[in-house]
Every structure is written in C-alpha cells, then in structure tokens.
C-alpha cells in the first residue's frame, strides 16, 4: 500500500508529515547565519595562508592591517562597520545578519589565522586556495540563504544601486576594482587567487544557496537562487 504524499511549493510531504514549525525553521536560519559567517571567516583565513591571492574586499584588508599594524580580523571589523555608516544617508536598514557580520567573520579569520601554520610549498598553498574558495562558496550559501539581512559592503551596493539607478554589476564591479587597486598599493596579496576566486564564486554561491535554502511557512523557500550569479549578496 503506497503512502500517500503532498506536493507543496516542489517540496513533497509524505503523509503524517507536518511542514517545519516556524521555531524549528527560526533555529536553523540562526545556525546557518553563524555557521556561514564562521566558515566565512575560516575560508579567508585559508586564502591568507595560501598567499596566492585575496577575495577583494581582503585585498584592502591586509593592506590596511599592513598599514597599521592591526590584525587582518580587527582591520575587517573596523571597515565592515565604517561601510555601515554610509548606509544612513542612502536609507539602509541593517538585519541581524548585518550587524553579526561585522563581529563574526573578523573573529573568526583572526582564530583560523592563529591556529594555521604557514605554508610555503606551492604543494600545500594549492590545496589551501582551492579549499578556501570552495569553502567560501559553502559559507556564501549557508549565509545568505538564512535572510538575515546583507553584509555592510554588499548593502553598500545595493543602496547605490536604488539610488543611482545604475546596475548593481557596474557598481560592484567599480568598487571592487578601487578595492582591490587601493589595497594592492598598500601592500595587499593580488594574485591568480584573486582571479580564480572573482570566476568561480558566482556559480558556488549560487549552487550552495539551493543547497541550503530554507523552506518557509508556505514551503517555498525563503531564498530565490534562479538568478544571476553577480545579483547575489555575498558577506565580504
């Protein structure tokens, strides 16, 4: 005797089987949120070790702890809620995700920088950048499917984006471009890393964010992963 089954928003539901409850689905969201911004961190920290290339925004990172002589994690706080600031004039409003953004990932570079030994031979730094663009892609996911709000630097982008009218792939791709050229001046790492990771974490990001949506109250999910790579808001 088959057991009968529901399809509801492409989910299907065996019989006597209840939707997740809006606590249970509160939970998970919250474990993802952090879950995401830890690895993020940790992902970062592997393309540090790995010295063959930065994400952009860490590009500007290391110069400026470079510059200072802060720690890469503290310099990404300080930054992360410095880009916040400008969100007031372009009407912003920061989520949860937001704000923990700005304390997590630094943290959490800042530990998995501490705990990694160096790495010299390209035998290990090979390994330790694919490891980290992929891991970033799996935190990307875990982050932004949660909706708890966007990252400081990517709300900066889609605010302007709203208030110039001018497309969110121009706007990001003229900020990043001052990013990384003002952190490599400064003595950031720029390298076929920071290549490999600007081509590969569109499509990452957008896998991993299937992979990890949330069902909501409706069964559908709480995060539409259908469209382009470069619309996706990523925790930098």
Not at 87 to 99: A, N
Not at 133 to 158: C, E, H, S, W
Not at 190 to 212: C, D, E, K, M, N
């Amino acid at each position: 005797m088959r057991q009968a089954t529901t399809t509801t928003g492409g989910h299907v539901l065996s019989a006597g089987m209840s939707e997740p409850s809006p606590s249970s689905r509160l939970v998970r969201r919250l474990l993802q949120l952090y879950a995401g911004l830890a690895l993020y961190g940790a992902s970062s920290a592997l393309l540090v070790k790995a010295g063959l290339g930065l994400e952009p925004w860490n590009v500007l990172h290391q110069g400026l702890a470079e510059l200072t002589g802060l720690s890469m994690g503290v310099v990404l706080t300080i930054v992360g809620a410095s880009v916040l600031l400008l969100w007031i004039p372009l009407r912003q409003r920061p989520g949860l995700g937001t704000v923990s953004n700005v304390l997590v990932i630094g943290f959490a570079m800042d530990a998995a920088l501490a705990a990694l030994p160096d790495a010299r031979s390209l035998t290990v730094r090979v390994p330790l950048l694919l490891a980290g663009i992929l891991l970033n892609g799996v935190a990307t996911g875990l982050y932004i499917a949660a909706a708890f709000g966007p990252g400081p630097r990517d709300g900066l982008m889609t605010g302007l984006h709203r208030r110039t009218g001018r497309s969110i792939r121009l706007i990001r791709t003229a900020v990043e471009i001052a990013v990384v050229a003002t952190g490599f001046v400064l003595g950031g790492t720029v390298g076929v890393g920071t290549v490999l990771y600007a081509l590969s974490i569109g499509p990452l990001a957008q896998l991993f964010l299937r992979v990890f949506a949330v069902p909501s109250a409706s069964g559908r999910s709480t995060v539409v992963a259908t469209g382009q790579p470069e619309r996706a808001i990523l925790p930098r």
